[in-house]
């Protein structure tokens, strides 16, 4: 089982027959600051008034993990306008391999950091979407690969 629980880039893969980490891995990150206008959430009422918690510096590196045939994608903060967002590679050691870019539809890149649930089954990436009146929709996007 791979888990990323830190807000810096670092990955773990966890051994649940021998119940222990038995691999770390990280890379060099250039960390994505927090938007000023993103909303915080959680947090805790007291004596009526609702206490946020600290605004985050910066992003969570690690976004998402996802299992791609025989690879780990790690889906980071860093996004791009026209790219959309970075994927990082790794083999299933745990061994850096690559990264790239995926177009993510733009309401999902828009909402994408923190909540959205995805998954990858064969070679399709399966997500929840909300649009703008509220309601929930499954969508499933192919996966090719152009190199």
Same mark, same amino acid.
């Not at 830190?6 to 027959?17: F, H, N």
């Not at 004596?47 to 996802?66: A, E, S």
């Not at 590679?89 to 391999?97: A, H, K, L, N, R």
């Given at each position: 089982?791979?888990?990323?629980?830190?807000?810096?880039?670092?990955?773990?893969?966890?051994?649940?027959?021998?119940?222990?980490?038995?691999?770390?891995?990280?890379?060099?990150?250039?960390?994505?600051? &927090?938007?000023? *206008?993103?909303?915080?959430?959680? =947090?805790?009422?007291? @004596?009526?008034?609702? %206490?946020?918690? #600290?605004?985050?510096?910066?992003?969570?590196?690690?976004?998402?993990?996802?299992?791609?045939?025989?690879?780990?994608?790690?889906?980071?903060?860093?996004?791009?306008?026209?790219?959309? &967002?970075?994927? *990082?590679?790794?083999?299933?050691? =745990?061994?850096?391999? @690559?990264?790239?870019? %995926?177009?993510? #539809?733009?309401?999902?890149?828009?909402?994408?950091?923190?909540?959205?649930?995805?998954?990858?089954?064969?070679?399709?990436?399966?997500?929840?979407?909300?649009?703008?009146?509220?309601?929930?929709?499954?969508?499933?996007?192919?996966?090719?690969?152009?190199?």
């Amino acid at each position: 089982m791979f888990v990323s629980h830190t807000q810096e880039y670092s990955v773990k893969l966890y051994d649940a027959e021998k119940e222990e980490v038995t691999r770390i891995f990280k890379r060099d990150y250039q960390r994505v600051k &927090t938007p000023r *206008d993103a909303k915080r959430e959680g =947090g805790a009422i007291l @004596d009526g008034k609702r %206490i946020l918690p #600290p605004r985050q510096k910066f992003l969570n590196d690690v976004q998402n993990l996802l299992v791609f045939k025989d690879t780990l994608w790690g889906v980071t903060s860093t996004t791009d306008k026209e790219k959309r &967002t970075l994927i *990082d590679v790794f083999d299933s050691e =745990g061994q850096y391999i @690559d990264n790239f870019y %995926i177009k993510l #539809p733009e309401n999902l890149v828009q909402r994408y950091h923190g909540n959205t649930a995805m998954d990858i089954s064969g070679d399709y990436l399966f997500t929840i979407e909300q649009n703008k009146d509220g309601i929930y929709t499954i969508k499933k996007y192919k996966i090719e690969d152009q190199n």
